[in-house]
């Protein structure tokens, strides 16, 4: 029953935040939508009027999966951040269910919201470009699913280093263009790739949407493998910096 108030309050505070501050969340849609035009249409134009179209199709599908991959990472650590310059995280570490039972719901309420926003994004770069695609929502929804605990690992592992740092914003913020990076690599077959976090799902997803690819069960349990050993990692280290803060009575702290 406690489980269950938690996870209602947070969804409450969740969808009212959205609601009061409904202009921020308006204008984060349209200017994702507003650099992906730029992207798009600066990519078409380097490529010239003979452009394989298959190349567009790779550049769509590798903007939402940024987009997916971007809030999945920012769920937790600019979560920690936020409640840090708001000096409220000292309260949430008091909740009586525990701070990570707090923070995965209110990642949960983030990945549902994601998939609504990216569902929108893209809808709107569909209509935009005049490509559309055929998605299997089920044949996608496994990787990404299996996939996204991965960059809740590095969320925490930067939630983390925020406890003790305080001021990451500027890192965050590169960390942006190095998640590009992993939804960019090629992670299939097998390779060096294939074991950075979210890359190996990434390439799966695009393989399914843009080339119609069937992948063996192994891989699957290969992605699973993949993301727990991220989320795991980060979230032991996310322990050992709460740890380290509590001892230098840094919670409370801006």
């Given amino acids: 029953m406690k489980l269950l108030n938690l ?17 921020n969340t308006v204008s984060s ?44 990472f920012q769920s937790n650590s600019y979560l920690i951040y936020d409640e840090m310059q708001k000096g409220t995280f000292e309260q949430l570490y008091l909740c009586s269910m525990g701070i990570e039972t707090s923070i995965l719901f209110r990642m949960f309420m983030d990945l549902i919201f994601s998939f609504i926003f990216n569902g929108i994004i893209f ?25 996204l605990p991965s960059l809740w690992g590095l969320g925490y592992i930067f939630g983390g280093l925020t406890l003790i740092y305080k001021k990451t914003v500027s890192f965050l913020q590169i960390m942006q263009f190095a998640i590009i990076v992993l939804v960019a690599v090629d992670a299939y ?37 993949i993301s727990l050993f991220y989320y795991f990692v980060g979230l032991a280290l996310f322990r050992y910096f709460l740890k380290r803060a509590k001892k230098q009575n840094l919670l409370g702290q801006y």
Avoid: C, H
């Fill in 29 to 72: 849609l349209l200017s994702i939508y507003i650099i992906f035009l730029a992207y798009f249409f600066g990519f078409k134009f380097m490529g010239g009027p003979n452009m394989d179209t298959g190349k567009l199709d790779v550049f769509i599908v590798g903007y939402i999966m940024w987009m997916f991959a971007l809030i999945s």
């Fill in 123 to 147: 809808y709107l770069t569909m209509l935009t470009t005049g490509r559309y695609f055929s998605i299997p929502f089920l044949k996608i929804f496994i990787p990404l699913m299996i996939s």
């Fill in 189 to 225: 077959p097998l390779n060096f790739f294939s074991f950075l976090p979210f890359s190996a799902g990434a390439t799966t997803v695009q393989g399914i949407i843009n080339f119609k690819e069937t992948f063996p069960l192994s891989w699957f349990f290969f992605l699973s493998a």
């Fill in 7 to 23: 996870f209602k309050v947070e969804a409450l505070k969740y969808f009212l935040e959205l609601k009061r501050y409904f202009f």
